[in-house]
Structure formats: C-alpha cells, structure tokens
C-alpha cells in the first residue's frame, strides 16, 4: 500500500460528460502529481501541485483541469468527454524535494462509451 | 529532460540475473536516473535511484558508467512475479522531477 487513495477505483460514463477524480496523498505528503495511461501507452504528465500551487503542467488538455485543496487533496476534472480520454489516471505523491522518488496510487480507470 | 531510450520487451526464466539497459544521451549534470516498476493495472513502483557508479539496495542494483550516458538495471535471479513493465527516468536535481515523462518501458517477461 502506498499511502495514496484514489477513488472511484473505475468510473463509466458517456460522451460529453464531466468527472472529478480525487486523490488523497500520503500523510505529510505536499505535491500530488497527475498521469494519464492509455492502453499499452507509457505515463503522460497532466500536472503537478505543491502545496495547493500549480507547480508544472504537462500536456493537459484544455478539457481537463485540475486544484489541491488546503486539506493537500487534489481533484482532477475532466469534462466534455471523448471516447480517447479512457485511461487509466494516476495520482503520485511526494513531499515534493527534488528527486524524492513518488509513490503512485492505484488508480482511476475511465471508461467513455 | 533527457530522453530515454530502453528495449521494448525482455524476456527471461526463473532464477536468472536480467539486465535491462536505458539510452539516455543528452543527460546533464544535475540529473538523477531513477527506476520504476509497474505491474498490471497499477501506479508504478519506486525500485532505484543513482547518480554515478554503481547502486544497490534490497531489490536491483543500478549500473553507471562514467560518462552517465547510459544505466543499466540489474535485477538478480528473477521470479515470476517480476514479469512487469520497467520504467527508467531521467530528471533535474535542480527542479525536481516535476515534469517526470515515463517513456514505453521496458516489459519484462518471466517465464518458468
């Protein structure tokens, strides 16, 4: 277990819909960092938030948008959703120095029909 | 960032030492190569970190040269349960890893 809580575990929803996806990081934890996983794809940087600031942006789409909130939960906000936004989406945690290694929850697993 | 270049696939048996090596040419001097792990259907999984020479700890050992334009991920007599995709990165010591991008991977299969 590594200390990072994603939920839903699996969401299903239609085109043109909106989601949030909620991340709680581990305890202490101040930067919460979001991937997108396509089938048989690598990792894709969405965004990264240090304590409640938006540290660094991926290629995140204008669709997709993301906050940390004062308790260090981060929400990521998909809306007008297409049929490739299905992925798996990851939350990471770290405390945020350079080069700590992040511990990954276990995801989000979208599925748009 | 660097860009990494690593094989696609590896495969292997029960009880062998694998070696699986990441290209990464335009590394600069601030980074850090890091190693990770991820199974089916999972967030990937911190296994290594190293800046120079060589590093070791419970599960693999990191290999690297002196001009750091490569590394290489020694893991020792692999089990089934090592069959995953292996991700190497390389990433600012100065900014972090804040932009970290996992590249294919590595998917390594473990036969009996």
């Known amino acids: 277990d590594s200390g990072v809580t994603q939920t839903p575990k699996h969401l299903i929803t239609a085109t043109g819909q909106r989601v949030t996806l909620r991340c709680s990081p581990r305890s202490g934890d101040l930067s919460v960092y979001w991937y997108q996983q396509s089938l048989d794809q690598g990792l894709q940087f969405l965004i990264q938030y240090y304590n409640g600031e938006e540290r660094a942006k991926g290629n995140i789409l204008e669709r997709f948008s993301a906050q940390q909130f004062p308790d260090l939960h981060s929400e990521l906000n998909l809306s007008s959703l297409e049929l490739g936004d299905s992925a798996l989406y990851f939350c990471?945690?770290?405390?945020?120095?350079?080069?700590?290694?992040?511990?990954f929850g276990s995801g989000t697993q979208l599925s748009v029909l | 960032l660097a860009k990494t270049t690593q094989p696609i696939s590896m495969d292997s048996y029960e009880g062998q030492e694998v070696n699986i090596t990441c290209s990464h040419n335009?590394?600069?001097?601030?980074?850090?190569i890091t190693w990770y792990q991820q199974f089916p259907s999972q967030g990937p999984r911190f296994i290594i970190q190293?800046?120079?020479t060589k590093v070791t700890n419970e599960v693999a050992s990191l290999f690297i040269p002196a001009d750091r334009k490569s590394s290489t991920l020694s893991l020792p007599r692999v089990s089934l349960s090592d069959t995953a995709v292996y991700y190497c990165?390389?990433?600012?010591?100065?900014?972090?890893?804040?932009?970290?991008?996992f590249g294919t991977g590595t998917r390594l299969l473990v036969s009996p």
């Open positions: 190293g800046y120079k």
């Open positions: 335009n590394i600069a001097t601030n980074d850090y």
């Open positions: 990471a945690s770290s405390a945020g120095q350079p080069n700590e290694k992040l511990f």
């Open positions: 990165l390389v990433g600012d010591m100065d900014t972090g890893f804040q932009k970290l991008v």
